[in-house]
């Protein structure tokens, strides 16, 4: 199947109270891991790329040709999305024009008014193209590519102004944060959430910063409106550790234990573990 946009799945996630799992990639492996498992699990799923990965992976039409090329030669049936993680403006346009079928343009850092006229003229552009796009009140803690947020709670009403622009989905700080969470970190605000779904209605949120989030706040977040969980850094985790597993225990060094489609396939096994788990977790697992 082609990639899809994230309309669909997401409204149906948020009817049949689940979520869909968006999970960043990095490279060739991460790819076809999270596919492989979407595709057994029978799962929708998203696939995201902040702006630094999509540099490292040689820019976003070197992704999309990937993807596409993934899709077809694994046939992959169930929906998957191509979304751009963390988005600014000009790489907003830049997927747009690559062939992404999902975007995320990140005005939290601008004032509200800044954020919204910017995100209106993507949502119009999304609109003509057939693509989704996700919008952000309230920054997201914590370090991604560099942007450092304070995982700060979003304005409810902010939220419903950005909401009512067109926006397909909508990522909103309650106190979640990218990457692990400190020993001392309060948790998520149920009570900022609860009030930022009882102002957008059945828009689609998003919850970033998936990492370490306990199973309870995450089936309560989902039971408050959030249908898209994004994962990164647990994924990058569980493939440094089965990597280093394996270099410790000297199997480069057995025969041909140095061929990287040896090398790499105990990380990839281990991302597609986590994915499984997540997927699990979200509910989301059958929903194809
Ligand atoms: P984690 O790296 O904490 O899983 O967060 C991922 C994320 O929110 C990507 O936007």
């Known amino acids: ?53 999509g540099k490292y992976m040689c820019g976003y039409k070197t992704i999309v040709g990937m993807v596409n090329g993934m899709l077809e030669e694994l046939g992959i049936t169930v929906p998957v999305a191509l979304h751009l993680d963390h988005g600014s403006y000009e790489g907003a346009k830049a997927c747009i024009e690559a062939g992404f079928s999902s975007i995320m343009f990140d005005g939290s850092h601008y004032p509200i008014e800044e954020n919204v006229a910017k995100t209106k003229e993507l949502v119009a552009i999304c609109e003509d193209k057939g693509l989704s796009i996700e919008a952000e009140v309230g920054s997201i803690g914590g370090e991604e590519d560099g942007v450092v947020g304070a995982g700060e709670c979003a304005d409810p009403e902010e939220c419903k102004m950005v909401a009512d622009l067109g926006v397909t989905m909508l990522a909103a700080g309650i106190g979640n944060i990218h990457g692990k969470y ?12 609860d009030a930022i779904q009882q102002l957008t209605g059945a828009m689609p949120l998003v919850l970033h910063g998936g990492t370490g989030i306990p199973a309870d706040m995450i089936k309560k977040a989902i039971s408050l409106g959030v249908s898209k969980i994004n994962v990164n850094t647990e994924c990058q985790l569980s493939f440094a550790e089965a990597t280093r597993k394996y270099i410790e225990e000297g199997k480069d060094l057995q025969g041909k234990g140095f061929d990287p489609r040896k090398l790499l396939a105990p990380g990839a096994e281990a991302i597609k573990a986590t994915v499984k788990e997540k997927m699990e977790l979200f509910g989301s697992v059958g929903k194809a």
């Open 182 to 193: 400190p020993e001392n970190w309060a948790g998520l605000s149920f009570e900022t959430l």
């Open 1 to 53: 199947m082609p990639l899809v946009n994230a309309k669909e799945m997401l409204t149906k996630a948020k009817e049949g109270h689940y979520a869909v799992g968006q999970f960043n990639i990095n490279n060739l492996e991460w790819t076809k891991s999270i596919l492989l498992t979407a595709q057994e699990l029978q799962s929708p799923v998203i696939l995201g790329v902040s702006e630094g990965a």
